[in-house]
């Protein structure tokens, strides 16, 4: 029989991916997304399996160890990338979850592609995890995998942490074949969400669709009690404080701002170029700024990073042509040679980097139409050990619960952010020190390592 973990996380991206070069060579690059920036410290500290994906099509790839993880591959054809995964989960799933702001698709030949592709996770995850082992299973993708895990392994804890907003009643009951999305949620005994209102809109749905009787944080089902709770992740803030007190990384941060030009204050977006993100308002308030003369080319600049996501959806294809058109107007308009005042990097960066930029930028400015919880915000708190720096957050992003002395802001406000910007771009050294230090003593208290442990041990992992 072929080794098992105690331990096994599935998720649908493992936390490396596979990139294949101009010259048909194959290598690994770290994932994109939240969730991997938060598993991959827990993962590694238990030693333990972590079942996904490799991001491209075709056969899996042998399983193999890596940084102190065992990764098992799970293969996905061309059809089932094209179903399941941009769409069941990507052009169904995500917008209806995210306040449907992107009309969601309804395809049968989806729906079914995503039941066959979570029954191979929850195969895989059977096979690899020790009797009586934990299993944890990740986000949107793979809502099935509890119930069927369950029935094939009936010995198992099992958690599920979904790491995007869960809708609203009134929205959930769109979805086609909606229960059974529900009786497989409900085959873990622990169920995370990030905010508690997410817990209640799902416990308050058991009652509705399947007729349970569901009790504060507790549902009893098919003779077991399931709970669903609020866990709001986040991040290694030890590695990121690391990275930020290291001296290459601040000259870096110093000749990043120098060569943006000198004293122009920085403003930094860096987001995975989804249109959940509110990068297109963001770009439209900072361009009415510019044209209103409140703010000038001299004086301030935006960097916005957006990492390239989901290419081959077509609602990212637009996006990506709307906001590159609109980077392109701004420069055009209030640009001169040699300074323009929107730097757009459409590219991956390693961590050091995105600290660096971290450092330099005056004003952070995350703006999410919705979000599940948003790990950039936390990131950037975390690396301004000087205390300075201002971040301008969208009440719609999970993290805004616990950012409170963030610029709060309506995203879907044009006014409302240009005003979040003004006042963080005027707050002085005191107010933004002010601000600073309750957000960076919540995120040190309640970093990735506790958020891991709270999940486990409500789970009853020893
Ligand atoms: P999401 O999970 O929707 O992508 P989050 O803000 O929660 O959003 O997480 C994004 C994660 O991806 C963060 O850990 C962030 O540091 C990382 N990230 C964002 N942009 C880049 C980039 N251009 N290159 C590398 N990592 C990035
Ligand atoms: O939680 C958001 C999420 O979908 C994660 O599952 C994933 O890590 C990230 O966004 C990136 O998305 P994708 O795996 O589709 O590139």
Redesign the pocket.
Known sequence: MSETYEFVVV???LPVDEVVGADGGRSWAR??????SALQPIVRGHGGAWVGWTGQPGDAPEPFDTDGMHLHPVGLSEDDVDRY?EGQ??GTI?PLFHDAVEQPTHRRPWRQAYESVNRRFAEAAAQLTAVDGTVWV????LMLVPAMLRELRPDLRIGFFL??PFPPVELFMQLPRRAELLRGLLGADLVGFQRPLAAQNFLQLTGRLLGLDPQEQHVEYDGRTVTARAFPISIDVAEVEKLAADPDVQAEARRMRHELGGDRRLLLGVD?LDYTKGIEQRLEAYGELLADGTVSNDDVVLVQVATP??MRVQEYQELRARVEHQVGRINGEFGAVGQAPVHYLFQSMNRAELVALYLAADVMVITPLRD?MNLVAKEYVAARYDDQGALVLSEFAGAAAELTTAFQVNPHDVEDIKRALMDALNADAGEQAERMRPMRDQVRDHDIDRWAQDFLTALGKS
């Open positions: 998720a649908n991206r994932s994109p997304g939240g969730l991997v995964y989960s990507n995500w990740h986000d949107y993708q790491h995007i995975r996501s989901r599940g």
